[in-house]
């Protein structure tokens, strides 16, 4: 029986050491390698085969150039019939893409296409070749296909319906990267980590954790960089050691307020002083019921219309007064604020009024 007992301990004790702790993450998942980015790629196309939704090219003089350009190029001589030309099948279109970090030559990457002119429907429509430039002017793929807007548009003599932006659309894989960007990462002896949260307690935790892996080889340099100093070792190994690494990151105490759709989001770190919450709406209703008033059958009286209006007032008298403790937590905050009764829109004002009595401990920022 104590050799079972003893086992059986033994199992506990192992299933906790290897579960990992609450709140813990990876540093992949917090942090990249500086170097490793992705860029921006841009280019000015044409799209072709839309049925009658395209560019009106009596408004739209740029997309008759271009596609004048274009049939020039094939050896087709339309410059003399310029003012002829009404085709509507055809959109000046701009067309973006992410050059992924190592992507190399000859491989696929998506492309997002968006009309340029008066176009009013892309559905159906073909790119042709179009050359994708970055911030140095080289073309660095170029992108072709069938487009896929994901949109429905239907209209009729007196009424029209739409689902999704018709405009704009995607190619799955519809370009081909032409040109590389170099960056040997197996060379780099230094690197260093950009947290996507900079905090200075996260990057000295991720430090620690790395130099416990593999040696002193990290050192939080600002809340944002963890600097590697990798001399005499496989970086991709050392890298891949690492980012499995895991860390529990540390987050200021902030709220964030989106006045628009009424939207308040609390970190687990924000905190109220001692306050006295006290909230309460006056509502006034006003319901007209009109009601028609006739005469007697065989008499001279009119049929009137006799108004009927109902007034209702409501104060919100039976809102009490709530305390918060002073640092109460996020829990107990929205526990207490619920009781009252509080709603979104609600809440954004009590919070902007406890943050100007001082008494919320954290950053409150409305967008």
């Not at 104590?2 to 813990?24: E, F, K, M, S, V």
């Not at 000046?92 to 030559?105: I, K």
């Not at 997002?112 to 002017?137: E, W």
């Not at 759709?261 to 009109?290: F, H, K, Y």
Request: proline share 4%; glycine share 8%; charged share 20%.
């Amino acid at each position: 029986m104590r050799h079972l007992i003893a086992l059986w301990l033994c199992l506990i004790l192992a299933t906790a050491w290897a579960a990992p702790a609450t709140g813990q993450v990876r540093i992949k998942d917090i942090a990249d390698v500086e170097g490793v980015r992705s860029n921006q790629l841009i280019g000015y196309g044409l799209v072709v085969g839309l049925n009658g939704t395209g560019d009106k090219l009596d408004n739209a003089v740029f997309t008759r150039e271009s596609l004048v350009g274009m049939l020039e190029r094939l050896g087709v001589n339309t410059r003399d019939q310029v003012t002829k030309l009404s085709t509507k099948n055809i959109a000046a279109v701009m067309v973006t893409a992410d050059l992924p970090a190592f992507a190399r030559s000859g491989s696929r990457i998506d492309v997002a296409v968006s009309a340029l002119g008066d176009a009013t429907n892309l559905t159906g429509g073909t790119l042709l070749v179009t050359p994708l430039l970055a911030a140095d002017g080289e073309v660095y793929a170029v992108a072709q296909g069938a487009l896929a807007t994901g949109a429905i548009a239907a209209r009729g003599a007196a009424q029209s319906v739409s689902r999704g932006v018709p405009t704009s659309g995607r190619i799955a894989n519809g370009a081909t990267v032409e040109r590389e960007v170099p960056f040997r990462l197996d060379r780099k002896d230094a690197l260093r980590l950009g947290l996507r949260n900079p905090d200075l307690t996260t990057a000295r935790r991720i430090s620690q954790a790395i130099n416990r892996v593999l040696g002193p080889v990290s050192r939080a340099l600002d809340p944002r960089t963890v600097a590697l100093n990798l001399a005499g070792r496989d970086p991709i190994e050392a890298l891949a050691a690492l980012e499995d690494l895991r860390v529990e990151p540390d987050n200021a105490a902030v709220v964030v307020i989106e006045e628009a759709s009424g939207t308040v989001v609390m970190g687990a770190n924000v905190r109220i002083s001692t306050v006295a919450i006290a909230q309460g709406n006056l509502t006034i209703r006003v319901t007209e019921t009109p009601e028609v008033s006739q005469p007697g059958p065989f008499s001279n009286g009119q049929t009137v219309v006799v108004p009927r209006t109902n007034i209702q007032v409501d104060d919100q008298h039976d809102r009490k007064l709530g305390i918060l403790s002073s640092g109460v937590t996020l829990r107990d905050l929205v526990a207490s604020l619920n009781a009252l009764g509080v709603g979104p829109r609600d809440l954004i004002s009590i919070l902007q009024a406890i943050k100007t009595a001082g008494a919320l401990q954290a950053d409150l920022v409305v967008r």
